[in-house]
């Protein structure tokens, strides 16, 4: 008897669970929900994505714009120095006083790029090829190899990297005359020989 109970028991169950089951068509219905709210979603996050990277191009372009303001409204006090020294020349034959501005305008410009963390490179008077650049070596007996005879232009640099590197004229010791002879009459030797 126990056993029919049970088994009741458990049909009773399985019923139960079969009506609280949904049919295939409620089953279809919710997944086509589900499918419309994910589909859905998923436009709004694109449509939200295009719309960051439209932002953020946007934003670059202005940055890009006006990045350089600041630096920009500094250079132009020098530019007024300059115009200023210009016409001051035009009207006066006082050459000192020109020189005088056109000085203070090279100091204003040296600060405005000191601001932005740009410095001139000063070397030890020896050719340094890492913030260097030889544009011409002579030869000469009175300097060690490698002395810097002329600076035609500065070297720079921007918190530490080198912006542009300095031209230089670079003193080289001159050829031994005994070796060139003894080059000399090694060819000749060789020309005879054959």
Not at 110 to 119: A, H, I, P, R, T
Request: proline letters at 2%.
């Amino acid at each position: 008897m126990v056993d029919r109970e049970q088994e009741k028991e458990i049909e009773k169950q399985e019923e139960k669970d079969e009506q609280k089951k949904p049919s295939l068509e409620e089953v279809l219905k919710q997944c086509e929900e589900e499918k419309a709210r994910y589909y859905d979603n998923w436009l709004r996050a694109e449509a939200e994505l295009d719309n960051f990277k439209k932002r953020v191009i946007k934003e670059k372009e202005e940055f890009r714009k006006f990045a350089l303001e600041g630096l920009i409204k500094e250079i132009l006090t020098p530019i007024d120095y300059l115009e200023m020294a210009i016409d001051h020349a035009k009207t006066s034959k006082n050459v000192d006083a020109l020189i005088q501005g056109v000085e203070y305008t090279l100091k204003s410009l040296l600060d405005v790029l000191k601001n932005y963390g740009v410095e001139a490179v000063e070397g030890n008077g020896n050719f340094d090829p890492s913030i260097h650049e030889a544009q011409d070596v002579e030869e000469r007996d009175d300097l060690e190899e490698g002395t810097i005879i002329k600076q035609m232009r500065k070297a720079y640099k921007m918190h530490g990297r080198l912006l542009r590197a300095g031209l230089v004229t670079v003193a080289k010791r001159p050829e031994k005359k005994e070796n060139k002879n003894e080059e000399k009459e090694k060819t000749d030797n060789d020309i005879k020989e054959e």
